[in-house]
Protein backbone atom coordinates (compact mmCIF):
# COMPACT_ATOMS: atom_id res chain seq x y z
CA UNK A 1 0.00 0.00 0.00
CA UNK A 2 1.54 3.53 -1.54
CA UNK A 3 1.91 5.90 1.52
CA UNK A 4 0.13 9.54 1.06
CA UNK A 5 1.85 12.37 0.16
CA UNK A 6 1.47 15.20 2.07
CA UNK A 7 1.63 17.31 -1.38
CA UNK A 8 -1.94 19.50 -0.23
CA UNK A 9 0.37 20.66 2.56
CA UNK A 10 2.71 21.74 0.44
CA UNK A 11 0.65 23.42 -2.40
CA UNK A 12 -1.24 24.98 0.71
CA UNK A 13 1.99 26.69 2.27
CA UNK A 14 3.28 28.18 -1.39
CA UNK A 15 -0.67 29.23 -2.04
CA UNK A 16 -0.67 30.94 1.15
CA UNK A 17 2.93 32.49 0.96
CA UNK A 18 2.34 33.99 -2.74
CA UNK A 19 -1.21 35.31 -1.39
CA UNK A 20 0.18 37.20 1.57
CA UNK A 21 2.71 38.76 -0.43
CA UNK A 22 -0.14 40.26 -3.06
CA UNK A 23 -2.22 40.90 -0.04
CA UNK A 24 0.86 43.12 1.37
CA UNK A 25 1.05 44.73 -1.86
CA UNK A 26 -2.34 45.65 -2.27
CA UNK A 27 -2.88 47.23 1.05
CA UNK A 28 0.23 49.03 0.69
CA UNK A 29 -1.45 50.25 -2.75
CA UNK A 30 -4.68 50.82 -0.30
CA UNK A 31 -2.60 53.16 1.98
CA UNK A 32 -3.10 50.93 4.39
CA UNK A 33 -0.48 50.13 7.57
CA UNK A 34 -0.20 45.98 8.50
CA UNK A 35 -0.58 46.30 12.14
CA UNK A 36 -0.31 42.00 12.63
CA UNK A 37 0.49 38.93 10.48
CA UNK A 38 0.70 35.27 10.60
CA UNK A 39 0.24 32.32 9.06
CA UNK A 40 -3.67 32.73 8.29
CA UNK A 41 -4.38 36.04 8.32
CA UNK A 42 -3.31 39.80 7.95
CA UNK A 43 -4.70 42.70 9.96
CA UNK A 44 -4.28 46.13 9.18
CA UNK A 45 -5.45 49.56 9.27
CA UNK A 46 -6.86 51.77 6.43
CA UNK A 47 -8.02 55.11 8.43
CA UNK A 48 -9.60 54.62 11.96
CA UNK A 49 -10.95 50.97 10.50
CA UNK A 50 -8.98 48.15 11.85
CA UNK A 51 -9.83 45.01 8.98
CA UNK A 52 -8.73 41.36 9.50
CA UNK A 53 -8.21 39.65 6.08
CA UNK A 54 -7.54 35.86 5.65
CA UNK A 55 -5.74 35.27 2.76
CA UNK A 56 -6.12 31.32 1.80
CA UNK A 57 -10.15 32.04 1.65
CA UNK A 58 -9.94 35.39 0.66
CA UNK A 59 -12.31 36.73 3.88
CA UNK A 60 -12.40 39.66 5.23
CA UNK A 61 -13.79 41.43 8.48
CA UNK A 62 -13.92 44.56 10.39
CA UNK A 63 -15.32 46.84 12.77
CA UNK A 64 -17.91 49.13 10.29
CA UNK A 65 -17.13 47.23 7.22
CA UNK A 66 -19.18 44.59 6.06
CA UNK A 67 -18.08 41.27 6.19
CA UNK A 68 -16.94 39.79 2.82
CA UNK A 69 -14.31 37.83 0.29
CA UNK A 70 -11.56 39.05 -2.02
CA UNK A 71 -9.48 41.75 -2.01
CA UNK A 72 -10.11 43.36 -4.86
CA UNK A 73 -13.96 43.72 -3.10
CA UNK A 74 -12.25 44.91 -0.30
CA UNK A 75 -10.46 47.45 -2.30
CA UNK A 76 -13.33 48.58 -3.80
CA UNK A 77 -15.75 48.85 -0.64
CA UNK A 78 -12.57 51.38 0.91
CA UNK A 79 -12.15 53.60 -1.77
CA UNK A 80 -15.61 53.38 -3.35
CA UNK A 81 -18.11 54.89 -1.14
CA UNK A 82 -21.15 54.06 -3.65
CA UNK A 83 -20.27 50.78 -3.95
CA UNK A 84 -21.59 50.45 -0.31
CA UNK A 85 -24.63 49.10 0.80
CA UNK A 86 -27.58 51.48 2.23
CA UNK A 87 -28.92 50.57 5.68
CA UNK A 88 -32.46 50.12 5.46
CA UNK A 89 -34.60 53.10 6.65
Known sequence: MPKHKPE?????????????????KEIASMGG???????TYVKFRRGVIIITYYPFTGGYTGKGIE???GILNLKKY???P???KKPNS
Do not use: F
Open 8 to 24: WKERRARAVKDRMEYVR
Open 82 to 84: SSR
Open 67 to 69: SGR
Open 78 to 80: LTD
Open 33 to 39: SILEESD
